[in-house]
T-cell receptor
C-alpha cells in the first residue's frame, strides 16, 4: 500500500527566506505526486503535480518541487516566502484503487508553515 | 464559476441524530469523494464515486453512507452520529479518477466542520 510521510509537523520561516518542505513516499510503481495547500478556512488547492518527464516541476505561487526516485522524495521549495504563504501543506501520492480500499490520493499528515515577519 | 459547494459549513448536533452533508459540483465531473481531516492524521478518504450509481468505500467508511443518484450531487449521510465523527469534512471532485489524469486536478469544497456532542 502507498504511504506518504511529511516529517515536519510545523516549520517556521522568516519572510523573504527560502523554504523547503519535505515529503517522502512509499509506492510500488511510478508514483503520481502532488502538493496541495490549505489556507485557513479553505479547502485544498493544488500547487503542483508530477506525473512523468522532467523531475523538476513548477507550480503556482512561485513553488517548485523535485522528484527524486532514488530518495523516494518530492520536496517542495520556494526561494522567498511571503506572509500569505502561511498555511497547511499536504503532499499526496496517487493510487490506483481496485475497489477494496482507498482510491485516488493518499495524503501526508501535513506541514503547518508559519511565517515570521 | 467552477466550484464544489458543501453545506452546511458548520454543524453541531447530538449523538444519534441523523444528518446529511450535501456536496454539489458544477463541472460535470464523474469522480467525487469525501474526506475527513483530523489533527495529526491528515486527510483520510471515507467514500468515493466513479460515476452515477457507482460508489465504493475508502479508508474510513464505518458510520457513513453516501449516494450518487445524480452526477452533480454526492451527499454524505451519518445515520447515527457519534462523537468520534467530530471532524472537518471535505468533498472533492475531478473529471476523471481522483485527479490522476494530467488535465484533471481534484477540486475541493471549503469544508464542513461537524461537532457531535
Amino acid at each position: 500500500a502507498q504511504s506518504v510521510t511529511q516529517p515536519d509537523i510545523h516549520i517556521t520561516v522568516s519572510e523573504g527566506a527560502s523554504l523547503e518542505l519535505r515529503c517522502n513516499y512509499s509506492y510500488g510503481a511510478t508514483p503520481y505526486l502532488f502538493w496541495y495547500v490549505q489556507s485557513p478556512g479553505q479547502g485544498l488547492q493544488l500547487l503542483l503535480k508530477y506525473f512523468s518527464g522532467d523531475t523538476l516541476v513548477q507550480g503556482i505561487k512561485g513553488f517548485e518541487a523535485e522528484f527524486k526516485r532514488s530518495q523516494s522524495s518530492f520536496n517542495l521549495r520556494k526561494p522567498s516566502v511571503h506572509w500569505s504563504d502561511a498555511a497547511e501543506y499536504f503532499c499526496a501520492v496517487g493510487a490506483k484503487g481496485s475497489g477494496g480500499g482507498a482510491d485516488g490520493l493518499t495524503f501526508g499528515k501535513g506541514t503547518h508553515l508559519i511565517i515570521q515577519p | 464559476e467552477a466550484q464544489v459547494t458543501q453545506n452546511p459549513r458548520y454543524l453541531i448536533t447530538v449523538t444519534g441524530k441523523k444528518l446529511t452533508v450535501t456536496c454539489s459540483q458544477n463541472m460535470n465531473h464523474e469522480y467525487m469523494s469525501w474526506y475527513r481531516q483530523d489533527p495529526g492524521l491528515g486527510l483520510r478518504q471515507i467514500y468515493y464515486s466513479m460515476n452515477v450509481e457507482v460508489t465504493d468505500k475508502g479508508d474510513v467508511p464505518e458510520g457513513y453512507k453516501v449516494s450518487r443518484k445524480e452526477k452533480r450531487n454526492f451527499p454524505l449521510i451519518l445515520e447515527s452520529p457519534s462523537p468520534n465523527q467530530t471532524s472537518l469534512y471535505f468533498c472533492a471532485s475531478s473529471l476523471s479518477r481522483a485527479g490522476l489524469a494530467n488535465t484533471s486536478p481534484l477540486h475541493f469544497g471549503n469544508g464542513t466542520r461537524l461537532t457531535v456532542t
